[in-house]
Protein backbone atom coordinates (compact mmCIF):
# COMPACT_ATOMS: atom_id res chain seq x y z
CA UNK A 1 0.00 0.00 0.00
CA UNK A 2 1.23 3.20 -1.02
CA UNK A 3 2.27 5.61 2.28
CA UNK A 4 0.39 8.69 3.53
CA UNK A 5 1.26 11.79 2.04
CA UNK A 6 2.63 14.17 4.94
CA UNK A 7 0.40 17.08 5.32
CA UNK A 8 1.71 19.50 8.40
CA UNK A 9 -1.46 21.27 10.40
CA UNK A 10 0.21 24.71 10.03
CA UNK A 11 2.20 27.34 8.03
CA UNK A 12 4.09 30.23 8.62
CA UNK A 13 3.28 33.44 7.34
CA UNK A 14 6.17 35.50 8.26
CA UNK A 15 6.06 36.09 11.72
CA UNK A 16 2.12 34.58 12.29
CA UNK A 17 1.65 30.70 12.30
CA UNK A 18 -1.83 29.66 10.84
CA UNK A 19 -3.52 26.69 10.32
CA UNK A 20 -3.52 25.11 7.11
CA UNK A 21 -7.17 25.75 6.22
CA UNK A 22 -8.25 29.32 5.78
CA UNK A 23 -11.96 31.52 5.63
CA UNK A 24 -12.09 33.66 1.99
CA UNK A 25 -14.45 35.88 2.69
CA UNK A 26 -15.90 36.27 -0.84
CA UNK A 27 -19.48 34.68 -0.71
CA UNK A 28 -20.19 36.61 2.30
CA UNK A 29 -21.66 39.17 0.62
CA UNK A 30 -24.59 39.32 -1.33
CA UNK A 31 -25.19 37.29 -4.85
CA UNK A 32 -22.63 38.27 -7.49
CA UNK A 33 -20.00 39.42 -4.35
CA UNK A 34 -22.23 42.20 -4.33
CA UNK A 35 -24.32 44.18 -1.75
CA UNK A 36 -25.72 42.69 1.78
CA UNK A 37 -26.17 39.10 2.03
CA UNK A 38 -29.24 37.48 1.87
CA UNK A 39 -29.17 35.78 5.16
CA UNK A 40 -26.64 38.14 7.37
CA UNK A 41 -27.49 36.48 10.90
CA UNK A 42 -26.20 33.57 8.77
CA UNK A 43 -22.81 35.08 7.26
CA UNK A 44 -21.88 36.22 11.12
CA UNK A 45 -22.55 32.74 12.27
CA UNK A 46 -20.10 31.46 9.71
CA UNK A 47 -17.54 33.60 10.77
CA UNK A 48 -17.81 32.69 14.41
CA UNK A 49 -18.04 29.05 13.44
CA UNK A 50 -14.62 29.52 11.62
CA UNK A 51 -13.06 31.36 14.40
CA UNK A 52 -14.37 28.66 16.43
CA UNK A 53 -13.03 25.73 14.82
CA UNK A 54 -9.79 26.97 15.04
CA UNK A 55 -9.07 28.86 11.78
CA UNK A 56 -7.06 31.89 12.18
CA UNK A 57 -6.95 32.84 8.38
CA UNK A 58 -9.57 35.09 6.71
CA UNK A 59 -9.33 36.26 3.06
CA UNK A 60 -11.15 39.54 2.82
CA UNK A 61 -11.02 42.87 0.12
CA UNK A 62 -12.73 46.50 1.08
CA UNK A 63 -14.73 45.57 -2.69
CA UNK A 64 -16.08 42.25 -1.73
CA UNK A 65 -19.50 43.98 -1.88
CA UNK A 66 -17.92 46.26 -1.73
CA UNK A 67 -17.46 46.83 1.59
CA UNK A 68 -19.84 44.22 2.91
CA UNK A 69 -17.28 41.75 3.79
CA UNK A 70 -14.91 43.68 6.00
CA UNK A 71 -17.97 45.13 7.93
CA UNK A 72 -19.03 41.91 8.70
CA UNK A 73 -15.88 41.05 10.08
CA UNK A 74 -15.76 43.60 12.11
CA UNK A 75 -19.40 43.18 13.96
CA UNK A 76 -18.82 39.53 14.07
CA UNK A 77 -15.21 39.50 15.44
CA UNK A 78 -13.98 42.54 16.99
CA UNK A 79 -12.12 42.62 19.20
CA UNK A 80 -9.89 40.14 17.09
CA UNK A 81 -8.66 37.10 18.74
CA UNK A 82 -4.97 37.44 19.19
CA UNK A 83 -4.01 34.69 16.51
CA UNK A 84 -6.54 36.22 13.81
CA UNK A 85 -4.50 37.32 10.21
CA UNK A 86 -6.84 38.80 8.37
CA UNK A 87 -5.64 38.94 4.79
CA UNK A 88 -6.51 42.03 1.76
CA UNK A 89 -6.02 42.41 -1.99
CA UNK A 90 -5.81 45.11 -3.51
CA UNK A 91 -5.77 45.86 -7.35
CA UNK A 92 -9.21 45.76 -8.04
CA UNK A 93 -12.59 48.01 -8.29
CA UNK A 94 -15.99 46.98 -8.72
CA UNK A 95 -18.22 48.73 -11.31
CA UNK A 96 -21.98 50.15 -11.13
CA UNK A 97 -22.95 47.23 -13.10
CA UNK A 98 -21.23 44.87 -10.65
CA UNK A 99 -18.45 44.01 -13.06
CA UNK A 100 -14.72 43.87 -11.92
CA UNK A 101 -11.91 46.48 -13.11
CA UNK A 102 -8.49 46.77 -12.82
CA UNK A 103 -7.31 49.57 -10.16
CA UNK A 104 -3.69 49.02 -9.85
CA UNK A 105 -2.53 52.77 -9.92
CA UNK A 106 -0.43 53.88 -7.19
CA UNK A 107 -2.67 55.77 -6.09
CA UNK A 108 -5.97 53.90 -6.52
CA UNK A 109 -3.69 51.21 -4.13
CA UNK A 110 -2.52 53.47 -1.60
CA UNK A 111 -6.69 54.77 -1.21
CA UNK A 112 -7.96 50.79 -1.18
CA UNK A 113 -5.42 50.43 1.28
CA UNK A 114 -6.80 53.00 3.47
CA UNK A 115 -10.09 51.99 2.90
CA UNK A 116 -9.20 48.44 4.13
CA UNK A 117 -7.78 49.84 7.47
CA UNK A 118 -10.31 51.75 7.78
CA UNK A 119 -12.87 49.23 6.90
CA UNK A 120 -11.40 46.75 9.01
CA UNK A 121 -10.88 48.77 11.87
CA UNK A 122 -6.81 47.77 11.43
CA UNK A 123 -3.84 49.77 12.38
CA UNK A 124 -1.86 47.87 10.14
CA UNK A 125 -3.14 44.98 7.56
CA UNK A 126 -1.60 41.91 8.08
CA UNK A 127 -1.23 40.99 5.11
CA UNK A 128 -1.82 42.21 1.62
CA UNK A 129 -1.58 40.76 -1.88
CA UNK A 130 -1.35 42.60 -5.23
CA UNK A 131 -4.08 41.48 -7.42
CA UNK A 132 -3.07 41.52 -10.89
CA UNK A 133 -4.89 42.31 -13.46
CA UNK A 134 -3.66 42.49 -17.27
CA UNK A 135 -3.14 46.54 -17.72
CA UNK A 136 -1.66 47.63 -20.73
CA UNK A 137 -1.55 51.51 -18.58
CA UNK A 138 0.53 49.73 -15.02
CA UNK A 139 3.51 48.12 -15.29
CA UNK A 140 3.83 45.46 -13.02
CA UNK A 141 6.67 46.99 -11.85
CA UNK A 142 5.18 50.50 -10.86
CA UNK A 143 2.24 48.80 -9.03
CA UNK A 144 4.29 46.36 -6.84
CA UNK A 145 6.86 49.57 -5.90
CA UNK A 146 3.53 51.33 -4.37
CA UNK A 147 2.85 48.29 -2.83
CA UNK A 148 6.50 48.39 -1.09
CA UNK A 149 6.09 51.79 -0.27
CA UNK A 150 2.67 50.89 1.70
CA UNK A 151 4.92 48.41 3.63
CA UNK A 152 7.83 50.59 4.67
CA UNK A 153 4.92 52.96 6.00
CA UNK A 154 3.87 50.64 8.01
CA UNK A 155 0.59 50.27 6.41
CA UNK A 156 0.75 46.47 5.32
CA UNK A 157 2.89 44.57 7.70
CA UNK A 158 3.38 40.96 4.81
CA UNK A 159 3.04 41.54 1.27
CA UNK A 160 1.82 38.93 -1.79
CA UNK A 161 0.68 38.48 -5.46
CA UNK A 162 -1.92 36.85 -6.58
CA UNK A 163 -2.95 36.35 -10.43
CA UNK A 164 0.37 36.47 -10.97
CA UNK A 165 2.50 34.69 -13.99
CA UNK A 166 6.32 32.86 -13.02
CA UNK A 167 7.83 35.72 -14.43
CA UNK A 168 6.22 37.84 -12.35
CA UNK A 169 6.31 36.36 -8.76
CA UNK A 170 10.17 35.63 -10.07
CA UNK A 171 10.59 39.93 -10.58
CA UNK A 172 8.32 40.51 -7.11
CA UNK A 173 10.36 37.96 -4.80
CA UNK A 174 14.00 40.02 -6.53
CA UNK A 175 12.61 42.98 -4.73
CA UNK A 176 10.91 42.17 -1.79
CA UNK A 177 10.33 39.53 0.95
CA UNK A 178 6.85 37.69 -0.18
CA UNK A 179 4.74 35.50 2.43
CA UNK A 180 1.99 34.33 0.01
CA UNK A 181 0.95 33.97 -3.53
CA UNK A 182 -2.79 33.21 -4.59
CA UNK A 183 -3.53 32.06 -7.84
CA UNK A 184 -6.29 30.30 -9.71
CA UNK A 185 -5.55 26.19 -8.89
CA UNK A 186 -7.88 23.55 -7.97
CA UNK A 187 -8.51 19.72 -9.22
CA UNK A 188 -10.08 21.27 -12.10
CA UNK A 189 -6.91 22.36 -14.07
CA UNK A 190 -6.06 21.21 -16.82
CA UNK A 191 -9.77 19.34 -17.12
CA UNK A 192 -11.53 22.82 -17.75
CA UNK A 193 -10.90 26.28 -17.24
CA UNK A 194 -13.39 28.86 -15.88
CA UNK A 195 -14.60 30.91 -18.27
CA UNK A 196 -15.04 35.28 -17.97
CA UNK A 197 -12.10 35.81 -15.80
CA UNK A 198 -8.69 37.52 -16.69
CA UNK A 199 -6.45 34.85 -15.02
CA UNK A 200 -2.66 34.20 -14.88
CA UNK A 201 -1.68 31.17 -17.54
CA UNK A 202 -2.85 28.19 -15.74
CA UNK A 203 -0.27 26.01 -17.54
CA UNK A 204 2.41 27.35 -15.42
CA UNK A 205 0.41 27.10 -11.88
CA UNK A 206 2.39 23.78 -11.36
CA UNK A 207 5.81 25.46 -11.37
CA UNK A 208 4.56 28.40 -8.91
CA UNK A 209 3.26 26.02 -7.02
CA UNK A 210 7.02 23.99 -7.12
CA UNK A 211 8.21 27.58 -7.00
CA UNK A 212 6.48 28.62 -3.73
CA UNK A 213 7.39 25.30 -1.79
CA UNK A 214 11.37 25.92 -2.70
CA UNK A 215 10.65 29.26 -1.44
CA UNK A 216 8.63 28.64 1.57
CA UNK A 217 6.41 31.09 0.40
CA UNK A 218 2.53 30.14 1.49
CA UNK A 219 0.13 29.38 -1.87
CA UNK A 220 -3.22 30.50 -1.73
CA UNK A 221 -5.53 28.75 -4.48
CA UNK A 222 -8.65 30.99 -5.35
CA UNK A 223 -11.47 28.79 -6.47
CA UNK A 224 -9.67 25.77 -4.38
CA UNK A 225 -13.08 24.18 -4.70
CA UNK A 226 -13.62 24.83 -8.77
CA UNK A 227 -14.90 21.25 -9.47
CA UNK A 228 -14.38 19.25 -13.14
CA UNK A 229 -17.97 19.62 -14.59
CA UNK A 230 -20.93 17.21 -13.65
CA UNK A 231 -20.47 13.76 -11.72
CA UNK A 232 -20.48 12.00 -14.56
CA UNK A 233 -18.07 13.85 -16.30
CA UNK A 234 -15.51 13.85 -13.50
CA UNK A 235 -11.59 12.18 -13.75
CA UNK A 236 -12.23 8.19 -12.36
CA UNK A 237 -9.02 9.24 -9.97
CA UNK A 238 -11.39 11.77 -7.99
CA UNK A 239 -14.31 9.94 -7.81
CA UNK A 240 -12.91 6.91 -6.66
CA UNK A 241 -10.86 8.32 -3.86
CA UNK A 242 -14.06 10.11 -2.35
CA UNK A 243 -15.73 7.09 -2.66
CA UNK A 244 -12.55 5.05 -0.77
CA UNK A 245 -12.55 7.37 1.63
CA UNK A 246 -16.70 7.94 2.12
CA UNK A 247 -16.17 11.59 1.68
CA UNK A 248 -17.47 14.28 -0.83
CA UNK A 249 -16.06 15.67 -4.08
CA UNK A 250 -15.12 18.68 -2.58
CA UNK A 251 -13.65 17.45 0.61
CA UNK A 252 -11.07 15.42 -1.68
CA UNK A 253 -10.42 18.39 -3.65
CA UNK A 254 -9.17 20.03 -0.55
CA UNK A 255 -7.33 16.94 0.89
CA UNK A 256 -5.45 16.72 -1.81
CA UNK A 257 -4.79 20.37 -2.11
CA UNK A 258 -3.42 20.25 1.25
CA UNK A 259 -1.26 16.81 0.27
CA UNK A 260 -0.14 18.31 -2.89
CA UNK A 261 2.28 20.89 -1.47
CA UNK A 262 3.32 21.87 1.97
CA UNK A 263 2.78 24.83 1.32
CA UNK A 264 -0.36 25.15 -0.22
CA UNK A 265 -3.16 27.05 2.19
CA UNK A 266 -6.81 26.58 1.02
CA UNK A 267 -8.96 28.94 1.77
CA UNK A 268 -12.44 27.98 1.04
CA UNK A 269 -15.59 30.30 1.37
CA UNK A 270 -18.90 30.03 2.30
CA UNK A 271 -22.44 31.39 3.60
CA UNK A 272 -23.93 28.35 5.74
CA UNK A 273 -22.76 26.63 8.56
CA UNK A 274 -22.93 22.79 6.83
CA UNK A 275 -20.69 24.08 4.37
CA UNK A 276 -17.97 25.23 6.70
CA UNK A 277 -17.86 21.91 8.87
CA UNK A 278 -18.04 20.27 5.38
CA UNK A 279 -14.54 22.23 4.64
CA UNK A 280 -12.94 21.51 7.61
CA UNK A 281 -13.49 18.41 8.04
CA UNK A 282 -11.79 17.47 4.97
CA UNK A 283 -8.75 18.55 6.88
CA UNK A 284 -9.22 14.75 8.26
CA UNK A 285 -9.09 13.03 4.94
CA UNK A 286 -5.36 11.14 4.79
CA UNK A 287 -4.67 10.81 1.40
CA UNK A 288 -1.91 8.56 -0.13
CA UNK A 289 1.01 9.13 -2.47
CA UNK A 290 -0.76 7.04 -5.07
CA UNK A 291 -3.82 8.79 -4.66
CA UNK A 292 -2.17 12.45 -5.22
CA UNK A 293 -0.36 11.46 -8.36
CA UNK A 294 -3.45 9.89 -9.62
CA UNK A 295 -5.84 13.41 -8.95
CA UNK A 296 -2.81 15.09 -9.94
CA UNK A 297 -2.15 13.19 -13.28
CA UNK A 298 -5.83 13.12 -14.06
CA UNK A 299 -5.68 17.31 -14.35
CA UNK A 300 -3.47 17.15 -17.38
Known sequence: MSEFATVPATIRLGDHE?????????????????????????????????????????????????????????????????????????GGRRTPDKGWAPSLRPDELRAGCDEDLRSLKLEQVHMTHLRWIPNEDVPFAESLDAMIGLQREGKIRHLGVSNVTLAQLEYAASRTPLVSVQNLYNVAYGAQKLKGYAYAVVDEQELIVDFCAAKKIAFLPFFPLALPGKPREMPAALV?????????????????????????????????????????????????????????????
Open 18 to 90: VCRLGFGAMQLPGHMVWGEPRDPEQARAVLRRAVELGINLIDTSWYYGPHVSNRLIVETLRPYPSDLVIATKL
Open 240 to 300: QTAERHKASIAQVAIAWLLARSSTILPIPGTSTLAHLEENWNARKIALTRDEVSAIKGARQ
